[in-house]
């Protein structure tokens, strides 16, 4: 598990994010390069984890305004809050039978950010937002497919283009930017 202190919140209010580590073991192996992802077996449904799905290091930005994943295959995502807030995938955000999104950019706080981020098995992260919201699991795949970044976001690129979540204006519809 990983904690972000109150130092600084992903809101710019305080003045340097620490992060807690609760489980040293997983958060050792993602620094070292050795990611606590699934195997490569996918015998039971689950996607095959490759480089470009393995998390090298999860941390903040420098500033700590962003979430930062450094990849296995050396490329970094960069997740504005708000925005990772807007993509969340839980069942109160999106309709499980059509696959609407439920959640609107009018119903996220633009000063929304984490309290707390929890690694979930080998496979995927839980944010606790300060809004209250804490249902949306974000498997390392969701979050690579999210990388709105100008190499992700060009078509036919690895792993391609993000799900384009309408979180109300145009700078904040990349990750990063």
């Not at 992060?19 to 070292?32: C, L």
């Not at 499980?96 to 439920?102: I, N, T």
């Not at 300060?130 to 970044?149: A, K, Q």
């Given at each position: 598990m990983i904690r972000c202190s109150?130092?600084?919140?992903?809101d710019g209010r305080s003045e340097k994010l620490r992060?807690?580590?609760?489980?040293?073991?997983?958060?050792?192996?993602?620094?070292?390069g050795h990611s606590p992802g699934i195997s490569r077996a996918s015998s039971r449904g689950r996607s095959?984890?490759?480089?470009e799905t393995t998390p090298d290091?999860?941390?903040?930005?420098?500033?700590?305004?962003?979430?930062?994943i450094r990849w296995g295959d050396g490329h970094a995502s960069t997740y504005q809050p708000r925005h990772l807030r807007l993509l969340c995938p839980c069942a109160g955000c999106v309709d499980?039978?059509?696959?609407?999104?439920?959640l609107t950019s009018?119903?996220?706080?633009?000063?929304?950010?984490?309290?707390?981020?929890?690694y979930v098995g080998r496979y995927a992260l839980q944010f606790v937002w300060?809004?209250?919201?804490?249902?949306?699991?974000?498997?390392?795949?969701?979050?690579?497919?999210?990388?709105?970044?100008p190499t992700c976001a060009v078509p036919g690129?690895?792993?391609?283009?993000?799900?384009?979540?309408?979180?109300?204006?145009?700078?904040?519809?990349?990750?990063?930017?």
């Open positions: 109150s130092t600084r919140n992903w992060w807690k580590r609760n489980r040293p073991e997983a958060i050792g192996a993602v620094r070292s095959v984890q490759t480089p290091h999860i941390g903040p930005t420098e500033d700590g305004s962003a979430l930062t499980e039978l059509s696959g609407r999104r439920m009018a119903m996220v706080q633009p000063d929304v950010y984490p309290t707390a981020i929890h300060s809004d209250g919201h804490d249902t949306g699991i974000y498997t390392y795949e969701f979050l690579r497919n999210s990388c709105g970044c690129s690895v792993p391609g283009a993000g799900p384009g979540i309408d979180t109300g204006s145009k700078a904040d519809t990349r990750s990063g930017e």
